[in-house]
């Protein structure tokens, strides 16, 4: 079982980039495949990026060449690098294993990205 703590969110103009951390403790990082989720309020969280153990990545259309999803395993970090972020990408982002876990508590605090003029 991980734990992830997620941070780097923030306040960014629309066209205005961010780099999301996500710090993960626990011993089998390096099997996991990973992913990035995003939830608005009132609407269910959503897979926005996955990173499978062998680096292959997968992106949901609306972030496609924009985001970008990677790994330290030695760090135990992984990270989302967004670009030319839009108001609708505005929401709490939340890094785990994918597929994620079913419990509540075995997700983390997340960090709230707001993209406003």
């Known amino acids: 079982q991980l734990q992830v703590v997620e941070s780097g969110g923030g306040l960014v103009q629309p066209g205005g980039s961010l780099r999301l951390s996500c710090a993960v403790s626990?011993?089998?990082?390096?099997?996991?495949?990973m992913g990035w989720y995003r939830q608005v309020p009132g609407q269910q969280r959503e897979l926005v990026a996955r990173?499978?153990?062998?680096?292959?990545?997968n992106y949901v259309d609306s972030v496609k060449g924009r985001f970008t999803i990677s790994r330290d395993n030695a760090g135990k970090t992984m990270f989302l690098q967004m670009n030319s972020l839009k108001p609708e990408d505005t929401a709490v982002y939340y890094c785990?294993?994918?597929?994620?876990?079913?419990?509540?508590?075995?997700w983390g605090k997340g960090t709230l990205v707001t993209v406003s003029s």
């Open positions: 626990g011993n089998l990082f390096s099997l996991f495949a």
């Open positions: 785990n294993t994918n597929p994620g876990p079913s419990r509540a508590d075995q």
């Open positions: 990173l499978s153990t062998d680096d292959r990545t």
